[in-house]
Every structure is written in C-alpha cells, then in structure tokens.
C-alpha cells in the first residue's frame, strides 16, 4: 500500500522556518483533499491544515493562521507546508494524509500514514 512521505522537519529555533514536503503519489489521485497533520507525545493527532487540489481552498487551525501557508504541485504530487514564525508549540510529528476540510480530520477509510517528519522548535 502506498504511503506518503513526508521530509523537511528538524530543530529550529523560535521565530524561525521550516518548509515541510510531502510526496503524496498514489494516494492522493482518491482524494480532493490533502492536509497535515501534528502529533505530540500523548496526544492524538491533530489537523493543521488543508488544501483542495481542485479548488484550491486551504483552511488551517487558529493556531497557525498567518504563519503557515499551505500549498500543492499537482504534477509532481507534491504538497507542502510553509512555516514561518514558528513557535514551541508547533513541536510535533508531521504527517501529510488526505484531509476533510474545515474539519481537518482524514478520511474514516484512510490508514497508510506514513513516517512523518519531526519539527522542534527550541532554543
């Protein structure tokens, strides 16, 4: 089963930026939807923010408007999450997954996330 791949994490310091990508092949010719997801230990997973690849809508959590911006290739199947102005509580695990949007949550069918990519924001 095909699962996304997520890469760009690491540790950057308050205030900083990190642009987060996702090769999302496969699965994502099922979905309209794609969005990223955060982790944290203990906790469940939680939507930061979707894109349609048809219409383009992008909606995000509260906490990130204004400093994450969300975007797709769709030739490369691609989609990427620009952060800027990253705070200690962006720390998680990334994941990339097909999204309902306005929810922020994946579909009940979906299954095949994939390894995620870790952001830590510390000084």
């Known amino acids: 089963q095909l699962r996304p791949v997520e890469f760009g994490g690491g540790l950057v310091q308050p205030g900083g930026s990190l642009r987060l990508s996702c090769a999302a092949s496969?699965?994502?010719?099922?979905?309209?939807?794609i969005g990223w997801f955060r982790q944290v230990p203990g906790k469940e997973r939680k939507g930061v923010s979707c894109?349609?690849?048809?219409?383009?809508?992008?909606d995000y959590a509260d906490s990130v408007k204004g400093r994450f911006i969300i975007s797709t290739d769709n030739a490369k199947n691609t989609v990427y999450l620009q952060m800027n102005s990253l705070k200690p509580e962006d720390t998680g695990v990334y994941y990339c997954a097909p999204c309902l949007q306005i929810l922020r949550i994946p579909p009940p069918d979906f299954s095949a996330w994939g390894q995620g990519t870790s952001v830590t924001v510390s000084s």
């Open positions: 894109v349609s690849s048809s219409t383009g809508f992008t």
């Open positions: 496969g699965f994502i010719l099922n979905y309209d939807a």
